[in-house]
Nanobody, 122 residues
Framework: QVQLVESGGGLVQAGGSLRLSCAAS????????MGWFRQAPGKEREFVAA???????YYADSVKGRFTISRDNAKNTVYLQMNSLQPEDTAVYYC????????????????WGQGTQVTVSS
């Protein structure tokens, strides 16, 4: 069982930056692929970024070059550094863990955090 707790969300002006953190419980964190997803009001949850246990990273086209996902296995934490934020990035951001694969599909992930709100004002 893995429990995930996100933090770091907030209100920021367009062009600003935020860093989200996701702290995971459990001794097998390093074996899990980790992902970040987001869900805006009235929209489906969408893939943002993922990182495999070997450190390979994947990004949605909409955030490529602006967001960076990373992990610190010693701290059981995954991060999402978000730069050049735009109003369309406004959403609840969710951290997720997969025992197998890092993919863009929500169904791949076995564990989810409660989410953290990110609001970008214009």
């Amino acid at each position: 069982q893995v429990q995930l707790v996100e933090s770091g969300g907030g209100l920021v002006q367009a062009g600003g930056s935020l860093r989200l953190s996701c702290a995971a419980s459990g001794r097998t964190f390093s074996n899990h692929a980790m992902g970040w997803f987001r869900q805006a009001p009235g929209k489906e949850r969408e893939f943002v970024a993922a990182i495999r246990s070997d450190g390979s990273t994947y990004y949605a086209d909409s955030v490529k070059g602006r967001f960076t996902i990373s992990r610190d296995n010693a701290k059981n934490t995954v991060y999402l550094q978000m730069n050049s934020l735009q109003p369309e990035d406004t959403a609840v951001y969710y951290c997720a863990a997969s025992r197998l694969y890092a993919t863009v599909y929500t169904t791949t992930y076995d564990y989810w955090g409660q989410g953290t709100q990110v609001t970008v004002s214009s």
